[in-house]
């Protein structure tokens, strides 16, 4: 376990946003985890616990309090089950299951962050989500003080959404297990059309695990979603904003704000989302409303490959993301009457 005080928290996120935090404490096993959440509760003091840090906005001001850096490490596999410790990369751990011939995460491949965080949000992209092979989630329960195993059917997993996001300050992840399929090398199904073109197959089909992992890999980085540490443009949470789910009648009301605005030929991006619901496209949304790639003129910009990423193009602070944020959020409810809601978690501050 280390200890610091006063600890800059920008380098640990991948914006490179935030103040300090009063105490900073890096934990490698689950017993310093547990115990230094314990030490925070008994003492009231607040706790952020940060993973890779691909999904947080901290306030200029810093967090007053103890922030926890999950570092754990544990990757193990037992024929199709793995078990992966909070702390592990994400992304290198898809590379390792697909070197093992597994299928179930290949186009999972290249998101920033951690192993722990990926139930919190049901981490999903490419026609994949972590719900779909998630069996549990090993956590700390706060409430109770004990270390609970939650399987999966007790996840509450939706779109970028789960019951540790629900109630965000219960559970620490400490763990987490996954059952993968042995397809003999091949991928699951690949399901995302963009994908099944960039492949040259159709959505349905199988391909060889390790050609949809670069395949979505090559995808990411077109969109600038595979972090670079020289490269500005990848300074970003991934998606800045969660893509709208519309009940059917507010679905229709955006037809009409679009035909109205755009034309009546033009058709925005619409995905069943369930019994009466409709998702759409923030990038879609982001763009038409006339915040295309790269715009900004500050420190804060629009991803100059895709519009549903902001960025640091290096001298931003959180303030001057925020600000960005609100007029996009702004804008885009001006033209279509649609409130877009962030993504990534805000610390300190709120949009
Ligand atoms: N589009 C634009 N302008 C752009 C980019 C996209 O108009 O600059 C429109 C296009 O019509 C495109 C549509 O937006 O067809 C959707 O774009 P894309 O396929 O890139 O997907 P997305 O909905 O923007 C989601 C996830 C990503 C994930 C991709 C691929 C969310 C909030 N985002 O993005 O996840 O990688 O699908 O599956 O669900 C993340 O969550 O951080 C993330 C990167």
């Not at 935090?21 to 314990?38: C, G, K, P, S, W």
């Not at 909070?86 to 290198?92: H, L, P, Y």
């Not at 629009?302 to 931003?316: C, D, F, P, V």
């Amino acid at each position: 376990m280390q200890e610091r005080h006063d600890a800059p928290l920008a380098p640990l996120t991948t914006f490179r946003l935030g103040g300090p935090a009063r105490r900073l404490i890096t934990a490698t096993t689950d017993a310093e985890v547990i115990a230094a959440v314990r030490e925070a509760d008994e003492t009231g003091t607040p706790l952020l616990i940060i993973g890779g840090g691909s999904n947080l906005v901290i306030s200029d001001k810093g967090f007053d309090g103890t922030a926890l850096r999950i570092a754990t490490t544990g990757f193990t596999l037992d024929g199709t089950a793995l078990e992966l410790a909070a702390g592990e990369n994400w992304s290198d751990a898809v590379a390792r299951t697909v070197e093992a011939g597994l299928a179930g995460v290949e186009c999972l491949a290249g998101i920033p962050g951690s192993a722990g965080a990926t139930p919190i949000q049901n981490v999903g992209a490419y026609g994949q989500d972590v719900a779909q092979t998630i069996t549990e989630v090993v956590a700390y329960d706060r409430r109770t003080g004990e270390t609970v195993t939650i399987p999966a059917a007790d996840c509450a997993f939706a779109y970028r959404h789960s019951r540790f996001k629900a109630d965000p300050t219960r559970y620490v992840v400490l763990r987490v297990r996954f059952e993968l399929e042995d397809a003999d090398g091949l991928s699951a199904p690949i399901r995302y059309p963009e994908t099944a073109r960039a492949l040259g197959v159709e959505a349905g089909d199988r391909v060889p695990a390790a050609q949809a992992r670069e395949t979505v890999l090559k995808l990411r980085a077109g969109k600038g979603m595979v972090l670079d540490p020289e490269d500005h443009d990848t300074w970003s949470a991934g998606s800045f904003f969660c893509n709208p789910i519309l009940t059917t009648a507010e679905h229709a009301a955006f037809l009409a704000r679009v035909a109205d605005r755009l034309g009546a030929d033009v058709a925005p991006p619409a995905y069943p989302a369930g019994e009466g619901f409709m998702k759409t496209s923030a990038a879609w949304l982001i763009d038409k409303a006339g915040f295309t790639k790269g715009y900004g003129a500050g420190p804060a910009r629009i991803s100059t490959k895709h519009t549903l990423a902001l960025t640091n193009r290096g001298e931003a602070t959180t303030e001057d993301l925020l600000a960005l944020a609100r007029e996009v959020r702004a804008g885009v409810h001006e033209a279509f009457g649609v409130t877009l809601v962030n993504e990534p978690v805000t610390v300190g501050v709120s949009l």
